[in-house]
């Protein structure tokens, strides 16, 4: 039978998830959410808690998961979530600016490095992960996110797109510009280090 | 595709169509120096992959939020209430109880407050069916093994109203069978329930009808039962009353 429109709000939900049963669903995503927490926080100690706060509240509201096939999500939102209360951040949903600025300097920048053996050298010891972090949790928010779960490479851009709520689109180009401002960050740093230091000699009396 | 192309494309590839893409690389292949610009940006690339990529968790993680989780659904010692507690605190409730809820005062009394309570379900969001008509056989039964009466499902032929499932509730204190319906993609919610719970006369053949602001309360025996139906009123019939 054909549901109508309005019967998406009363149709039965389904059996809230046994104790046994959310552990043993929840369970194996622990590696995904423990990543994501890291990436966010930045340090070991801090990811373990978040991931704990994550289980518990997904544990306590287990009853609101309507469809068990879609519990990775659900931990993922409930994790970002929690993460954001912590931090007091709010989530950005209103990046329109387009830093046009940016991508030319980066490209041409890149273009720069890209002929000198010295500047690549280190480009790729500057990208560590304590690095990557660093420059990571500096972006807003928004971009965060997408790119941690980009990297993650565990979820589709619909389903980057369904976690947090913005059209698939909006996901690419948050990708795109966070990637964007990450990667100029990185050549910046680069560049720098790899710059030849000046020495001026001081004069020496008498 | 030129240099500058390939740069804009470089810098922006996650949010380019597939064409763009081809056309990239098309040129990359053809330019040393567009393909040095990309292969370092790949080096980039990997590092934020390799950087932001799985990290192992420690072991027993999920373990331990379980662990955490059992112990918090333990009574603990210190909250337990102390022996004067124990004997004054079920007395303490069952008197507050009986002060709140009065359950001897049957205030199905008249047609406005069922209707209000017909209403009030029928406005609610968080009632979901508890089963849909393709999943029980027998309502009837259904019902009967929880509320312990028979239902008898109302004949909506005429109106043309599709059964699509129901759940129990109740009509201020009293048990009754919630049946939704469907009228051409509107809910219309129904309510049976014993006759011998309203607390005034209803005449067998008559229908009464109450009308809300935007919705009508029907009102009718059948048999042993009372049937109060609510939906929403048509919007021609509101502009013209």
């Not at chain 1, 049963?21 to 990543?35: I, P």
């Not at chain 1, 790729?124 to 660093?134: D, L, Q, S």
């Not at chain 1, 401002?181 to 008498?206: D, H, N, S, V």
């Not at chain 2, 205030?107 to 609610?124: D, K, Q, V, W, Y």
Request: glycine share 6%; hydrophobic share 40%.
């Amino acid at each position: 039978m054909k549901l109508p429109g309005f019967a998406a709000k009363i149709v039965p939900r389904i059996k809230s998830l046994s104790p046994q049963e959310f552990w043993h669903l929840a369970g194996r995503h622990e590696g995904l959410l423990y990543s994501s927490a890291f990436q966010y926080t930045g340090n070991r100690f801090d990811a373990e808690d978040l991931v704990q706060e994550t289980f518990l509240a997904a544990f306590r509201s287990r009853h609101q998961l309507r469809d068990r096939g879609k519990m990775k999500s659900w931990l993922f939102i409930i994790l970002r979530n929690n993460y954001l209360k912590r931090a007091g951040r709010k989530p950005n949903r209103t990046q329109n600016e387009y830093d046009d600025r940016i991508e030319y300097d980066y490209a041409e920048d890149l273009a720069a490095m890209a002929g000198q053996e010295d500047a690549l050298q280190a480009l790729e010891r500057k990208a560590t992960a304590e690095n990557v972090h660093r420059q990571l949790s500096a972006l807003p928010e928004s971009y965060q996110s997408v790119l941690i779960l980009y990297y993650l490479k565990e979820f589709t851009y619909q389903e980057i797109a369904d976690m947090l709520e913005i059209p698939i689109g909006t996901v690419m180009s948050r990708l795109a510009r966070g990637k964007q401002r990450l990667k100029a960050a990185f050549i910046k740093k680069a560049a720098r280090a790899a710059a030849p230091k000046k020495i001026i000699p001081l004069a020496r009396k008498g | 595709m030129d240099c500058n192309g390939f740069k804009r494309w470089l810098i922006s590839r996650d949010d380019c169509e597939g064409n763009l893409t081809r056309q990239a690389h098309k040129h990359r292949e053809d330019c040393p120096d567009c393909n040095q610009l990309y292969t370092a940006d790949e080096g980039l690339e990997q590092a934020f992959s390799n950087s932001m990529r799985m990290t192992p968790p420690p072991s027993g993680l999920a373990r331990r939020a379980r662990q955490r989780a059992e112990a918090e659904a333990r009574p603990t010692g210190a909250k337990r209430p102390g022996w004067l507690w124990k004997g004054f605190a079920p007395a303490l409730a069952i008197g507050l109880l009986l002060v709140v809820w009065n359950p001897w005062a049957n205030p199905l009394t008249s047609l406005e407050t069922i209707g209000n309570f017909a209403l009030a379900n029928h406005s609610r969001t968080d009632m979901t069916m508890a089963f849909t008509a393709d999943e029980i056989p027998d309502p009837q039964e259904w019902f009967y093994q929880r509320l312990n009466f028979r239902v008898a499902m109302p004949n909506f032929s005429q109106r043309q109203l599709t059964f699509l499932g129901g759940r129990e509730c109740t009509i201020g204190p009293k048990k009754a069978a919630y049946l939704y319906y469907d009228d051409n993609g509107k809910r219309v919610s129904v309510f049976v329930m014993p006759a011998r719970q309203i607390k005034f006369p209803l005449q067998a053949e008559r229908r009464y009808r109450i009308d809300a602001i935007q919705y009508s309360v029907e009102l009718w025996k059948m048999d042993a039962m009372v049937c109060i139906l609510v939906q929403e009123l048509n919007p021609d019939t509101l502009s013209t009353t």
